[in-house]
């Protein structure tokens, strides 16, 4: 199996297997025009997030040959329930955050999936003024805005139990 | 050695990788509180992840900021279709709270203050409408669970509920949308009371004599292409009544049984013990600890892909407290409108 080499923007170099590569669709477009022998600059990508994405790589084959189903091909995000138990101890809201960013840009679409999973898990059953606590995100909306939005969602669903 | 900024690939990866170098410097997970900005996130990354919090967490997502917001009404449409195609929906609400409890298809529960259910029977559902008879004042109503609108039928001729089932060709909010009740007079009749929304002001009485050609107990009513139908408990025929000008004409199909795997077009699902197979694992959903008695209206539903039918049934733990404890359950297959703008009070 083909090593390619990669530099992370803090001037580490990693060796990924070549299908494991091509599941990066930016690394792809820039292998399918340059050799495979170069070395690949990726700027955007810090170590600690390359070391990630590895470790997600080798959970994943662990457990295809576990249990024998090809789960990259399927594009299935949602089935690595307890690896993503895993994955999210370890990972605080800020390096979720930068790991979402650089998965987008290095196009790995089953890696993506996940953390858009395990983000979106992390905002269930929090009222809003928990979302905005937690994510740092900045409350933009006048009291009149906001009081006009707030009915909009009320045909769905009335009061669901939120937790604090 | 040749790097990745060649001309070719400007729009390719550079472009897109100046984007995030912009940000990049933000990035860094040693500054912590100061750069961390969620808002900031790709518009298409944001509506992936309200995609994936689902509809119930939509209610406060939506409120967060603005970006979040637009991301919330972009991830819309996926959301309604995911939450919406996972199976049936089972309503269960008791005349002692007016407090009723939802276990949608994929799981979730949800509790809803709906006291207009107090004291009522559901007959049928169409959608997210319940057809409501009121026990004591002998009213018909269409009520929608999610919306709370309410729309009144005239008086129905009987006071009381005995084994009446029903079917709603279509929502109650359409001119042509036509109702039918069918119960056992006595033990020589079956009547059927019609009722067309649009145009009638008082139910329409039709008995059905000729009970030596059919003699089953009507579990479960259905309305296809002008013809209400009505299963009984053996299945193996089933009674239908056009409605086609008006004709209101009877007859008795025979049905066709064939083994699971051998489906052929115009396959349907029968399931009389829908609820009975899940008892024990709703009881502990719903919360339910005590011995219950639960009086279930079915529906159709998909199953596979096979339009399935949802039978009446009436499940009880035999425990001397059973009868005291006793549930409406109503088994729903929702659909809503992807403009909710129509369903604001």
Redesign the interface.
């Known amino acids: 199996m083909k090593k390619i080499s990669v530099r992370t923007s803090d001037g580490q170099e990693f060796e990924l297997e070549e299908n494991l590569a091509m599941e990066s669709a930016t690394i792809k477009t820039s292998l399918d025009a340059f050799s495979r022998d170069d070395i690949i600059l990726l700027p955007n990508v810090n170590s600690w997030e390359m070391v990630k994405i590895i470790e997600f790589f080798t959970k994943v084959q662990e457990l295809e040959t576990k249990f024998g189903v090809k789960f990259m091909e399927k594009k299935e995000g949602r089935f690595l329930e307890a690896f993503q138990a895993e994955f999210d101890k370890d990972l605080s809201d800020d390096n979720l955050y930068c790991l979402l960013w650089t998965v987008d840009y290095l196009g790995i679409e089953v890696l993506l999936e996940n953390l858009c999973h395990l983000m979106a898990e992390r905002t269930k059953n929090k009222t809003v003024e928990s979302c905005r606590n937690l994510f740092g995100v900045q409350h933009d909306y006048t009291p009149e805005e906001e009081a006009e939005i707030r009915e909009d969602y009320s045909w769905a669903f009335e009061g669901p139990e939120i937790e604090e | ?4 900024f ?1 001309n ?2 400007f729009t ?2 550079l472009k ?2 100046t984007f ?2 912009i ?2 410097g933000r ?3 040693e500054k ?2 100061e750069i ?4 900031d ?2 518009p298409e ?1 944001l509506s ?19 970006a ?2 637009s991301a919330s009404s972009a991830a819309l449409p996926q959301i309604l279709e995911t939450e919406l195609n996972q199976g049936p929906w089972f309503l269960l609400y008791d005349d002692k709270s007016p407090k009723c409890k939802v276990l949608t298809g994929s799981g ?6 709906r006291p207009e259910l107090d004291r009522t029977t559901c007959l049928a559902t169409y959608q997210g409408w319940l057809l409501l008879f009121q026990q004591g004042c002998g009213s018909m109503f269409f009520f929608h669970l ?2 709370r609108r309410r729309i009144d039928l005239p008086q129905f001729p009987d006071s009381e509920l005995t084994d009446h089932v029903a079917a709603v060709s279509c929502s109650p909010t359409s001119q042509d949308c036509m109702v039918c009740v069918i119960s056992r007079s006595n033990d020589a009749e079956l009547e059927a009371k019609v009722l067309y929304l649009g145009e009638d002001q008082a139910w329409t009485k039709l008995k059905y004599s000729r009970s030596r050609v059919y003699t089953g107990t009507i579990k479960f009513a259905v309305y296809h292409t002008g013809i209400f139908c009505f299963f009984d408990h053996r299945n193996d025929r089933i009674l239908t009544l056009s409605t086609e000008n008006r004709a209101h004409n009877w007859s008795v199909i025979n049905l066709i049984f064939s083994p699971k795997n051998q489906s052929r077009p115009g396959t349907l699902l029968f399931d009389r013990g829908e609820l009975k197979k899940k008892f024990d694992d709703m009881k502990k959903k719903m919360g339910l600890t005590k011995g219950v008695s639960i009086s279930t209206c079915g529906t159709i539903t998909l199953s596979e892909g096979l339009p399935k039918f949802i039978f009446n049934e009436i499940i009880s733990d035999h425990a001397e407290e059973s009868k005291r404890n006793h549930f409406k359950g109503v088994w729903m297959q929702p659909r ?1 409108k992807q403009n ?1 703008s129509t ?2 009070r």
């Open positions: 050695m040749t790097g990745l060649g070719r690939f390719r990866i897109k990788a995030y170098a940000k990049g990035r860094s997970p912590q509180k961390r900005d969620w808002s996130l790709p990354l992936l992840i309200a995609e994936r919090a689902g509809l119930f967490a939509l209610q406060s997502f939506h409120r967060v900021c603005k979040w917001n979730k529960k949800l509790i809803m203050s999610f919306s809503l909710p369903y604001k």
